[in-house]
């Protein structure tokens, strides 16, 4: 599952952020973003937890919201998904 992921600093990379997130979760894959303010990215975090309970994953989020990884203040946004 995808997570949104802000409060990021310029010289964070991907891999430090992969990193930083291996005491709380498994991440499949990290797209920083770059684009607009360079000074404060966010990326995409693909989180390990396809075969985990949707509230599980409501309930890690606000664990990481507003926690310091990798030096960042991060905040977590699970983006709403809607069907068509």
């Not at 966010?42 to 390990?48: F, P, S, T």
């Not at 949707?54 to 606000?62: C, F, N, Q, T």
Request: charged share 30%; net charge positive.
């Amino acid at each position: 599952m995808k997570v949104l992921v802000r409060g990021l600093r310029a010289e964070v990379d991907a891999c430090a952020l992969r990193a930083a997130l291996a005491a709380y979760v498994r991440v499949k894959d990290i797209e920083l973003i770059r684009e607009g303010d360079h000074a404060h990215p966010w990326a995409w975090v693909d989180l390990d937890l396809d075969d985990v309970d949707p509230m599980s994953v409501w309930k890690l989020v606000a664990k990481l919201d507003h926690r310091y990884i990798a030096g960042c203040h991060t905040r977590w946004h699970v983006p709403a998904y809607r069907t068509r």
